[in-house]
Structure formats: structure tokens, C-alpha cells
């Protein structure tokens, strides 16, 4: 068999391309404040809650061991799971709804990506220069000015990482416990390996992914589109009005169109795309190539919106309305679901309780001829102060409840298993009963919890539910 000349043919697109550097140039405008504005506000409170305390504790911190989640003044436990799926529910709606209204709001100016992206360029710039400048420096051979730099560069963004990487776990320990371990090099084997690994994630994603993870790893640039329409805010450019392209006044004169070719919206983009060629899943919504091209169109004296947050009807002639059917159904439904979820935390009862039989017996009867059922009822106290909790029966009649230990002290954001003993009169039951338990604060009577159980006593079958 004759081997087949596998080379590719000129003007042929590879299957597979090496991976080329990315140099966004730097850009100024509105856009790119905000973006600034939005990296700031973001980094500073993931930098800075750790060290806030509330209360005498971390504002926030996830108690793993004591499966506690403290947020400012509330305490939550595992048995508030649902409030978390409440949470993650609206965080996914939000998405949609705005999504639907301004296409990738989230990915231009607040995905964790893009933030730390923004924060190492910031580095970078300042350890080896402007775009022009990086680009010569790692074109050139190694000199001592290259080493110095790219070593500047390493330290910052080691120093920064190594700095994110304590962060996060500090979300987990408190600070102060981490920083103890590491100054008397007793940190454990755990802490110390997540903050490893965080560091070198932040590092790995944000010095040298970067748009790679946009463009392979982010599963939202896949399924975007689904939830834009034809009056979904998305950048654009203006084809009609820019081309074609002329360099220029005389070009302008000659029936050219405004966009002048000078390639300065591919230059500051991040992901290294030509938003000329249209809207492209790659493409962040960062906004740079709006600032950019308006700085331009300024320069050669023509009207800015060249490059624009616009709508495909827009685009196309046609007129778009932010109130449509779909944002309309996400905003109400995204309304219901914050106030009900704010409604849920600030209402939520202080207390829960967890009831489980005895297995070994179904029921005892006593000398004096009443009828016992044991049960392990579990009292979560989640207030700030301890409280004693009395135990009542209800639904059963003369039932006691515990006559020789009527109440049960339970501390402050703490659980404890009590034994209960639930005793009614023989001559006054016979077969199963459903019962309430009500577990009720003494000093507070509005802290109170309660949950079903069932009563057996002689008629009773083993298998009854």
C-alpha cells in the first residue's frame, strides 16, 4: 500500500492547533471599570471575610467537624440541607434571567475566572510591562532583564496563590487557628494539602489556562445559547455601518465603511477572538472591544457604537423589548423564590427534633399497670442561648412523659439525644395510636418543635405501621 502524504495542504485548518499566548492589550472606558470595580468588590470579600468576626467567631465559616455553617448571626446544621438547595435553585434561575436579559453578564465581570484572570494579568503587567512589551520580552532570548522579570512575575503570582489558597481554607478553620499551625509547623496534613491544592488550582487556571478554561473546560459557553432570544442584550458589531473597511477619511469618502481595520477590539480581548466575524461562544461579554472601538471611533471623528451591547432584532431592523414572556416568568419566579428563601431564614424555627422507636421492644407493660413506649428523640437547639426543653405527649390520654426528668437542658447551638418514656394507662389503650411529640422551650414558648410518632400498646402487630 502506497503511503498517503499526510501533510496539510496550504491554506488548510489544522484539526489540532498549539495553543498561542494570548496578550490582551490594556483598555480604558467604561467597561472597564466596571470590571475593575467588580474584581475589587469580589476579591475583597473573599480576602477579607475570614478575618471578620461575629459574635465572638468567624462571620462565616463551615464548622466540617461539628457539621455547624455559621453565616454572621445564624447558625445552620445538616438538617437545614434544604435551604442550601433553595439557594442553589435561586443561583441557577439567576442565571437564566440574566442570560436571557444581557447574555453572559456572570462570565464578563463576576465568574471566578475572569476575576482572578483580571488580578494575574494586573501582575503580569506590572512585573514585565505593557502587551508590546511582554510580547518582545518572551520573544527574546533569556537575558538578566527576562530572568528578573519573569521571576518578579512567579513571586507575585506564587505569593498571591499561596495567599488564595489560605483563604479558602480559612472559610473551613479559622484563621487564626491556620496561621498557629503554621508558624509552630503544626498545621495538619488536611488544611495543608487544600490550601496546596487551592493554590496551585488558582495559579494553574488563572496564570496559564485562562481562556482555556472558557473555551474547553466551562460548560456554560456550551449551553448559552439556548437561553438567548432575538432581544437578548449580546456584543455585536454593526456590520451594516462598518464595512466595508476602509483606512481612513478618504476611504470613508470612497463609500468605505467606519471600521478602519486597526484590529484593536482582537487585540484587548481576552479569549483572542474577532468579534467582527460575529457572536461566538468563546466570547465573555467582558465588553473590552465596546471600549476599545469607541476610544476609535473617537480618534477618527466618527459616531461611537460601532461594537455595541445591541439585540439581534436591533441588529436586523427590528425593535426588542426587555419585557418579554421569558424574562417576565424568570423575574417573577426568581422574586417568589429570594423572598420565600429570606422569609425561610428569618422565620425559621430555632429548634428540630428527631424521633426514633426503640427496636428491641414494642412496648412494655408495667406493674402498675400502664403501657411504656421508649423512644430516642433527638433535641438540635440551633439558637444563640441554651434552653431547658420540656416534653409533652399529645394526642394520648393521662399520657406522662419522662415523670422523673420532666425537662432536658440542651446548650447553645448543640444536640443531645434524650431517652423518652412515654407511659399511658393500659385500661385506657389498646392496638396502635398516632401521637404528636412537642418539644418546647420553657423560657421561650415560641421555640418549639414537634413530629409524629405512634403508640403501641397490647392488640398491637409488630409489622403495624
Known amino acids: 500500500m502506497v503511503a498517503q502524504d499526510m501533510s496539510i495542504e496550504e491554506g488548510a485548518q489544522p484539526l489540532y492547533a498549539a495553543h498561542r499566548k494570548i496578550y490582551p492589550r490594556d483598555v480604558t472606558g467604561p467597561f472597564a471599570r466596571l470590571r475593575v470595580l467588580s474584581v475589587i ?79 494575574y494579568l494586573w501582575m503580569e503587567r506590572l512585573a514585565e510591562g505593557n502587551r508590546a512589551r511582554r510580547m518582545k520580552l518572551d520573544r527574546g532570548p533569556w537575558s538578566r532583564e527576562k530572568i528578573l522579570r519573569k521571576t518578579l512575575k512567579q513571586l507575585l503570582w506564587l505569593s498571591f496563590s499561596g495567599f488564595t489558597g489560605l483563604t479558602f481554607v480559612a472559610f473551613f478553620v479559622p484563621i487564626g487557628d491556620l496561621l ?3 508558624a509552630t509547623l503544626s498545621l495538619s496534613g488536611w488544611n ?18 485562562r481562556e482555556q478554561v472558557c473555551k474547553y473546560m466551562c460548560p456554560y459557553a456550551r449551553f448559552q445559547s439556548a437561553m438567548f432570544d432575538r ?45 467582527r466575524k460575529g457572536l461566538q461562544y468563546e466570547c465573555i461579554a467582558c465588553a473590552a472591544c465596546i471600549d476599545v472601538c469607541n476610544e476609535v471611533m473617537d480618534k477618527v471623528g466618527s459616531p461611537r457604537g460601532l461594537i455595541r451591547y445591541s439585540t439581534q ?81 399529645l394526642g394520648l390520654p393521662d399520657a406522662t412523659v419522662n415523670s422523673d426528668a420532666p425537662t432536658q437542658f440542651v446548650a447553645a447551638e448543640d444536640i443531645k439525644s434524650v431517652v423518652v418514656r412515654v407511659r ?13 411529640l412537642l418539644v ?9 418543635a414537634d413530629s409524629r410518632a405512634r403508640f403501641f400498646a397490647e392488640g398491637a402487630e409488630p409489622g403495624e405501621p
Request: glycine share 10%; hydrophobic share 45%.
Open 440 to 448: 418546647q422551650a420553657i423560657d421561650a414558648p415560641s421555640v418549639r
Open 313 to 393: 432584532a436591533e441588529m436586523e431592523g427590528g425593535k426588542a423589548s426587555i419585557l418579554r414572556p421569558r424574562t417576565v416568568l424568570y423575574g417573577i419566579g426568581l422574586a417568589l423564590l429570594v423572598g420565600g428563601f429570606a422569609f425561610a431564614v428569618l422565620h425559621r424555627v430555632p429548634v428540630n427534633i428527631d424521633v426514633l422507636r426503640d427496636r428491641n421492644t414494642l412496648y412494655r407493660e408495667l406493674r402498675d399497670g400502664r403501657v411504656e413506649n421508649v423512644f430516642t428523640v433527638r433535641i438540635i437547639n440551633k439558637d444563640r442561648k441554651p434552653h431547658d426543653f420540656k416534653i409533652t405527649a
Open 231 to 275: 432581544s437578548t442584550l449580546i456584543i455585536s458589531y454593526d456590520a451594516v455601518r462598518g464595512e466595508p473597511r476602509g483606512h481612513g477619511a478618504a476611504a470613508r469618502r470612497a463609500g468605505q465603511g467606519d471600521c478602519i481595520d486597526c484590529t484593536m477590539c482582537v487585540q484587548v480581548c481576552p479569549t483572542g477572538i474577532d468579534i
Open 192 to 209: 495543608a494539602f487544600w490550601i496546596l491544592f487551592y493554590s496551585f488550582a488558582t495559579y494553574g487556571n488563572a496564570g496559564y489556562m
Open 41 to 119: 468588590a469580589l476579591l475583597g470579600l473573599y480576602y477579607i471575610m475570614p478575618w471578620v468576626r461575629w459574635e465572638g467567631r468567624p462571620a462565616i465559616l463551615c464548622d466540617l467537624p461539628g457539621r455547624k455553617f455559621y453565616l454572621f448571626g445564624f447558625t445552620f446544621f445538616p438538617q437545614d440541607l434544604f435551604l442550601l438547595t433553595w439557594l442553589l435553585v435561586i443561583a441557577a434561575l439567576s442565571l437564566f434571567f440574566f442570560t436571557a436579559l444581557a447574555g453572559r453578564l456572570w462570565c464578563g465581570f463576576a465568574c471566578p475566572q475572569t476575576v482572578w484572570t483580571e488580578a
Open 180 to 182: 498557629h499551625g503554621i
Open 424 to 436: 399511658v394507662p393500659e385500661d385506657l389503650m389498646h392496638g396502635g395510636h398516632d401521637f404528636t
